[in-house]
């Protein structure tokens, strides 16, 4: 009889299952109404007198031993199948990501920059802090043109100052380069301007120069035409008003047909049909000698616009003062831009 304790305790110990049928056979054939703890019990009536009181006592422990072993089995199933079902609700709708967009006028000097390279200009960066020869004298600003006073150049020192132009990233290129130049020059200028809607102390540039022998002004008026459309449509035109730059002669002020109203005249135009892109205009012989290249042999055109102004009138923003603010509101409205 006590050997049949024994027996029936080592089989619960060695019992090992992870399905819950076994585990509930198992406790059927030593639990259950035949099971073969509880016939032992039945056999109690057997057990010499003497002896009932230890042999009651191993089988109440080996009863709660084949109990405990079936819990434990069940409990270990149940977490095993919690912890592979894991508790993610796939239902939950998701956290939106939240993409960064690009700024409007990254967006706009890019395409810029596209449509230049499309037809063969390379693109060159100059210093934001510029010396007198770079951003003046070598472009043919007299020594008592305006745009040297303090009113309108922020100095640093003596004949250093923050760029007014990007023009002086082209003197650069001329100093250091032989025809044929072909190039852009992309980047931030200062003037030292007060700030409102139409006006601020920095703003964006991007300028041209092409030089080689025989360029003429159909070269320049051509490729702006080429440039006016890729940006603004099929559909824009341009004309060439007279005006009057230091480095070029002649200058021209750009206009392109208004690209709200397609040049019938609305309140973006001011009911002229025209709106003003850019300066442009033939290198001067000076500029070329003082970059070295030979007035006689090279000529060429050199051209000018400002990046907030093209974003303008692409994106109807008249405040100029958003492009630098950095307002989260208005940054985002162009997250679904591609280019
Ligand atoms: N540098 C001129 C400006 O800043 C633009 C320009 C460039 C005009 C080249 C003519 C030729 O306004």
Redesign the pocket.
Same mark, same amino acid.
């Given at each position: 009889m006590f050997e049949d304790i024994d027996n029936i305790n080592q089989e619960v110990e060695k019992f090992q299952s992870n399905s819950l049928e076994e585990i509930e056979q198992f406790r059927i054939s030593y639990l259950g109404k035949k099971g073969k703890i509880t016939l032992l019990f039945g056999a109690f009536k057997e057990v010499p007198v003497d002896q009932k009181k230890e042999f009651g006592k191993q089988l109440n422990i080996l009863k709660n031993n084949c109990q405990e072993k079936i819990n434990s089995l069940k409990s270990k199933l149940s977490t095993n199948s919690n912890s592979s079902k894991s508790n993610t609700d796939y239902t939950i709708p998701g956290q939106p990501m939240n993409f960064g967009s690009r700024h409007p006028i990254t967006l706009i000097r890019d395409r810029i920059t596209n449509i230049f390279s499309q037809i063969g200009f390379s693109i060159s960066e100059g210093p934001e802090i510029e010396d007198d020869w770079h951003n003046f004298t070598a472009l043919n600003f007299p020594k008592e043109h305006p745009a040297r006073d303090m009113q309108d150049t922020f100095f640093i020192q003596d004949e250093i100052a923050l760029r @007014?132009? @990007? %023009?002086s990233v082209q003197v650069r290129v001329m100093e250091n380069n032989q025809p044929p130049i072909r190039t852009i020059s992309p980047g931030r200028?200062y003037r030292n301007e007060a700030i409102s809607a139409r006006a601020h102390c920095f703003f964006h540039?991007i300028?041209?120069l092409y030089i080689d022998k025989d360029v003429s002004f159909a070269d320049m008026k051509k490729t702006l035409l080429y440039f006016t459309k890729s940006m603004f449509g099929n559909e824009a035109k341009i004309r060439l008003r007279p005006s009057y730059?230091p480095?070029?002669e002649p %200058?021209a002020e750009v206009d392109v047909s208004c690209t709200i109203c397609n040049g019938k005249g609305c309140n973006v135009c001011k009911y002229s049909g025209w709106l003003e892109i850019?300066?442009? !205009?033939m290198v001067d012989p000076n500029v070329l000698e003082n970059c070295n290249i030979d007035p006689d042999v090279y000529s060429g055109y050199?051209? !000018?616009m400002g990046v907030e102004r093209i974003a303008q009138l692409i994106y109807q923003v008249n405040d100029l003062r958003l492009y630098s603010e950095n307002d989260w509101r208005f940054l985002k409205q162009f997250s679904s831009e591609t280019f």
């Open positions: @007014t132009h @990007t %023009s200028v540039q300028e041209g730059f480095f070029t %200058s850019m300066g442009c !205009g050199a051209f !000018g």
